[in-house]
């Protein structure tokens, strides 16, 4: 994510510096950002999306539909086999 988002901000050619002022965070914090420092806070994450117009990829970090673990898990929980249910005598018409 950290090369992603160092990449999005050398396309539009805003140096580190002045990202970083926009962030209000240090040029040292977006480097260690951009490198995928994991000491680095959600925050900071957020205030790069948000300075690059780009916050609304945060809400994909955690989407379900990207979640590939959770998909797995529960296709693994699903039954071998499914069957009707036994009928009800009182449900015949």
Do not use: C, N, Y
Request: glycine letters at 6%.
């Amino acid at each position: 994510m950290g090369r992603d988002l160092a990449t999005a901000r050398r396309r539009r050619r805003i140096p580190q510096k002045l990202l970083a002022e926009r962030m209000l965070v240090s040029p040292d914090t977006l480097q260690r950002l951009e490198k995928g420092d994991p000491k680095v806070g959600l925050h900071v994450l957020a205030g790069a999306l948000w300075a690059m117009g780009m916050l609304d990829r945060l809400a994909d970090i955690a989407a379900p539909t990207s979640d590939v673990v959770g998909a797995t898990e529960e296709l693994a929980r699903l039954p071998k086999r499914t069957r009707l249910p036994p009928e009800d005598p009182d449900l015949d018409f």
